[in-house]
């Protein structure tokens, strides 16, 4: 008897436990995974697709994730399932108090190069589970999988397409923001605000860098964001070192930030176009580190520290603040 072992993939399941056995525990869900390709080509019928270059922004729940450039070249079509490889991968579980418990919205939204030209985009979905099951297909295949709920939408575009999926993540943290009314004003004090509250993070890249590792510390235990060990950052000394080779952090310019409404009680800020908000103020400094510990420590602390957009909400008082 053979067997097909299935890949870690995507989707979206509403766990319903029936009539499960009393001592039989349901499985749960441990991630969900999209999958999004624009193409040219016959799934069904072709090995390979050609993939349609342009611009997809993704959006969680409102929040833009990212904008991520899809280029034209040919990718191969997977398994039975005639899955064509992905152009864009996100598995949710990553995202942290980004994700809510009850429904939450994944939108993807795609500008082709040419605007003129027919193409199909195919988006697909998958829960991961904590256990996996086998199931038998004739009498010589057998199957076993941890994935479930597994789903895929495929729709014929013209210009810019959007596609929408709704699903749920009972992995979720349920934050008291969650909960809050949507933030649908800003002042122009409140736009004061924001942008002294980008720029003030730039500030703690500063000897003796207590402001930076107190901005690392909350990533302890936050389900779903990066973990920063503190404590070997400064023992390494990574900061001080990068920071003496002449490297510095630099924000987005007032005439590039973008403060981004959610619908909810989130509020996004973020450089306009496809840049970060935080970047080495020269990127030629970072040549001179050459010390692959201290880039791996270095690297990681910084960006955990200076993110490409930072999420705030308002606080009990009127103030802002950020959240993981």
Excluded at 157 to 185: C, I, K, S, Y
Excluded at 208 to 215: G, N, P, S
Excluded at 222 to 235: C, L, M, S
Excluded at 257 to 268: D, N, Q, T
């Amino acid at each position: 008897m053979r067997s097909k072992i299935r890949p870690l993939l995507l989707a979206v399941v509403l766990l319903a436990p029936a009539t499960a056995a009393p001592a039989q525990a349901a499985a749960r869900v441990l991630n969900v995974e999209f999958k999004f390709t624009p193409f040219v080509g016959d799934p069904a019928s072709q090995d390979e697709v050609t993939t349609v270059a342009g611009m997809a922004e993704v959006f969680v729940n409102g929040i833009p994730l990212n904008r991520q450039e899809v280029g034209a070249g040919a990718v191969p079509v997977l398994f039975e399932a005639r899955e064509i490889a992905p152009a864009v991968w996100l598995p949710v579980e990553s995202l942290g108090s980004i994700l809510r418990q009850g429904t939450n919205t994944l939108r993807i939204e795609f500008m082709p190069a040419d605007p003129k030209a027919a193409y199909k985009a195919q988006l697909r979905w998958v829960s991961v589970m904590d256990e996996a099951t086998t199931s038998e297909d004739g009498a010589a295949t057998t199957t076993t999988t941890n994935q479930a709920g597994e789903g895929v939408e495929t729709r014929e575009a013209t210009g810019r397409l959007v596609m929408e999926h709704a699903f749920a993540a009972p992995f979720a943290a349920d934050r008291p923001w969650h909960h809050a009314a949507p933030e649908t004003t800003l002042t122009a004090a409140d736009r004061t605000a924001l942008r002294a509250l980008v720029d003030e993070r730039v500030a703690a890249f500063t000897p003796d860098f207590a402001r930076l590792y107190a901005l690392l510390a909350p990533a302890a235990g936050a389900p779903g964001a990066t973990t920063i060990d503190v404590a070997e950052v400064q023992r390494l000394k990574c900061i001080d070192q990068v920071h003496a080779a002449g490297l510095r952090i630099a924000a987005a310019s007032p005439e590039e930030f973008e403060i981004v409404p959610s619908g909810h009680a989130e509020i996004v800020l973020r450089a306009k176009g496809n840049m970060p908000l935080y970047r080495p103020a020269d990127m030629s400094v970072l040549a001179k580190i050459t010390d692959e510990e201290v880039q791996i420590c270095a690297g990681a602390a910084l960006m955990k520290a200076f993110p490409p957009r930072l999420i705030v909400i308002r606080g009990a008082k009127g103030g802002w603040t950020t959240v993981e």
